[in-house]
């Protein structure tokens, strides 16, 4: 099986990169077969260990188990996220309830529990701080998992493990059905009216990907339908395309509706068997904000000055659109257009004079050399490394001293193959356990790809989720810890995206846009003064966007506050909360219930996707460090930002490692500055 199975066999592939032109759909459920009876055997000596229990018996032994678990699993999911196809969607659903079977098998083994709690309850005397954090990481995970309960508890725990793994996955896979599913045909000029060249020009390659040359398609790619709605003066074909949007995952074969109510409803009775109240209670206790009272503050209080700007913003592009001539109330596919079309009036800009000096190219560069400025290292493409798809490209990363640090996968345009969306994840994780392991990190966007021959251009949002989601990318490769469980981005969900938004800061700085942010025709850099007037613009439609992203935050956390969740519909549910809140007219959630993939394809943001706002409070108040330095690049302060932590994972708890960095506790009012909320709020 071994010399037969690529998954399985040693990759002598450089950097040891999986061999994905040798793996095929085939491979993939014997290989997690033989490796999950490998590690169950792993456990199974642990926890029959007839020694007394040590940290370096079982804890660390823990840590050195499941291997090759881990490698089988890194390839399936990364391309089940990024390369799917019908056989692997397959074997997905298959194998989501005997991996959820796996983990419940571990975390419910009463007698690696009862090492472990010996362990935890004699202190942590011999044992240095990271391996202080590790044992209590490991023990907040078995209590967490139901480990001290009976077994009856335990049982059902695990049946609803198994089923809410069945319905995550059947929940993504019904989302990317429908943006498969579903594209809009431009027939003639006039389909086409006020679309700039840049996005003609994506619709025209989309169509050609899709065997239609010579026409123009938009997909349901938010990279593809957030510029039409922003640019098409087609006001009948923007309401067409935005019904599609919003209606994902409500309908017909792939309708969610359903696996919200029981996901809901699940998810409740298992924070009830382990004795919290809700499922939100359940799930905060082990974050930042340690309970869902402390989330719901911070999105109140960000909600009222935020509806009240997005009230008057409403109100300035209605007199816009009258003032066109427009005999109609302003409706949600109109918020985009005339928007732009008031940024235009504003402050002489729009998208279509920003692109052209965004090349993906050069913002890739433009991330590098901020990395490299910040924390010394450097990157180098490689053109001998496997990928799982012709577009990825790799880049070999070092350190100032030349050493390896690890390796970094960039995956930046849509294809029908790939969910929405944009992530970083990892195929190694960094680690000294097992020797100076580096990682092998993979950043995954949605960027629409430029016609053959054209360089990709990309809208201001586009290039800053690139900062964002390098942010991360950052965050796991340069992690320098020793143990597995702690390394990269295994850390507080609410504090995980602080490294991310912070790193956003520096693509929106003068000094890097003048470097990078080049004409792809003339090579001229951006002119100051359209710098200028896009530093001027930056609150412009905060109101929008904090209203649109709070909503979908606040409706998340009151569905997992659910005491009885009989009879759930989602989407009535959502309205509630909406007319309770005083959703503002002619706006949507960010993410609807039924397409809500950081909440319901998994657990990742359950209850929890308030985290980006309240990472926002620290990336706000985290940048003035720089600024108060009066160098964005001041090396001493760059110094402390990646030892506590950039390189620290969770070698301490999130709030201890902000304090470490910024020497005090975060300044909330730096949030509402950032998003030119302040005068609203008062």
Do not use: C
């Not at 209605?318 to 001539?325: D, M, N, V």
């Not at 000096?357 to 924390?375: E, H, K, N, P, V």
């Not at 100051?528 to 001027?536: G, P, S, V, Y």
């Not at 009885?564 to 989602?570: E, K, N, P, V």
């Amino acid at each position: 099986m071994t010399a037969e199975n690529p998954l399985l066999a040693p990759w002598n592939t450089p950097f040891g990169v999986p061999p994905f032109a040798s793996i095929e759909p085939a491979h993939y459920t014997p290989a997690f077969q033989a490796a999950i009876a490998e590690h169950e055997a792993e456990i199974a000596d642990i926890a029959d260990n007839a020694e007394p229990p040590s940290f370096d018996n079982t804890i660390a032994a823990m840590e050195r188990a499941g291997r090759k678990l881990d490698r089988v699993a890194s390839v399936f999911f990364n391309l089940t996220g990024a390369h799917t196809n019908d056989e692997l969607e397959t074997i997905e659903l298959d194998l989501a309830p005997v991996l959820a079977r796996h983990s419940n098998g571990i975390y419910q083994n009463a007698k690696l529990f009862e090492r472990i709690d010996t362990l935890f309850k004699a202190g942590t005397t011999g044992l240095d701080a990271e391996q202080a954090r590790v044992l209590d990481r490991y023990h907040t995970g078995f209590m967490r998992a139901g480990a001290g309960l009976p077994a009856e508890a335990k049982t059902r725990l695990g049946a609803i493990a198994e089923r809410l793994a069945t319905l995550g996955t059947n929940f993504g896979q019904n989302v990317l059905a429908d943006e498969k599913s579903w594209s809009l045909t431009l027939e003639g000029e006039d389909d086409l009216a006020g679309l700039p060249d840049f996005l003609r020009d994506a619709a025209a390659q989309a169509a050609k990907d899709r065997g239609l040359d010579g026409k123009h398609v938009i997909t349901l790619s938010r990279s593809s339908i957030e510029p039409f709605l922003q640019f098409s003066a087609r006001r009948d074909l923007r309401e067409k395309a935005f019904a599609a949007w919003t209606a994902r995952g409500e309908a017909g074969k792939t309708d969610n509706r359903a696996i919200i109510a029981e996901t809901v409803k699940l998810r409740s009775e298992r924070a009830k068997l382990l004795g919290f109240p809700t499922f939100a209670h359940y799930r905060l206790d082990d974050s930042m904000a340690k309970t869902p009272e402390a989330a719901m503050g911070l999105l109140r209080s960000v909600w009222k000055p935020a509806r009240a700007q997005a009230i008057t913003e409403r109100e300035a592009l209605q007199a816009l659109a009258q003032s066109e001539g427009g005999n109609f109330d302003i409706a949600a596919w109109d918020w985009r257009y005339y928007s732009e079309k008031r940024r235009k009036a504003e402050f002489d800009l729009d998208e279509s004079q920003l692109k052209p000096y965004l090349q993906l190219d050069r913002i890739i560069d433009a991330a590098f050399d901020t990395a490299t400025r910040l924390f010394g290292v450097t990157f180098t493409e490689r053109f001998d490394v496997p990928v799982y798809h012709p577009d990825v490209r790799v880049f070999e990363v070092k350190d100032r001293d030349g050493k390896p640090v690890g390796l970094f996968l960039g995956d930046y345009f849509a294809r029908s193959s790939k969910r929405s969306g944009a992530w970083m994840s990892e195929y190694r994780g960094q680690e000294r356990l097992n020797g100076a392991i580096q990682p092998i990190i993979v950043n995954v966007m949605n960027f629409a790809k430029a016609a053959d021959g054209q360089p990709t251009l990309l809208s201001f949002d586009d290039a800053r989720t690139l900062f964002h989601e390098f942010g991360h990318g950052l965050h796991g490769l340069l992690s320098d810890v020793t143990y597995p469980m702690i390394a990269g981005t295994n850390v507080a969900r609410d504090f995980v995206e602080f490294p991310s938004q912070l790193y956003e800061h520096w693509f929106e700085q003068p000094s890097v846009l003048e470097r990078f942010a080049l004409h792809y025709r003339t090579g001229e850099p951006m002119p100051k003064a359209l710098i200028e007037r896009l530093m001027a613009s930056r609150t412009f439609n905060q109101g929008f966007a904090t209203v649109e992203y709070v909503s979908s935050a606040l409706v998340d956390l009151e569905l997992h506050l659910l005491d009885d969740t009989s009879g759930l519909d989602a989407p009535a549910f959502e309205q509630k909360i909406l007319d309770e809140i005083g959703m503002p007219q002619a706006m949507v959630m960010r993410h609807r219930s039924p397409h809500f993939q950081h909440v319901f394809a998994g657990d990742g943001y359950s209850s929890a996707y308030y985290s980006y706002l309240w990472s926002e409070v620290l990336d706000a108040d985290g940048f003035g460090a720089f600024e108060e330095a009066g160098d964005i690049f001041a090396p001493a302060v760059a110094a402390k930002l990646k030892e506590s932590v950039y390189s620290a994972g969770n070698r301490r708890k999130p709030d201890e490692a902000y304090r470490a960095f910024r020497g005090r506790d975060p300044e909330p009012s730096a949030l509402l500055k950032k998003r030119g909320l302040l005068a609203a709020a008062e």
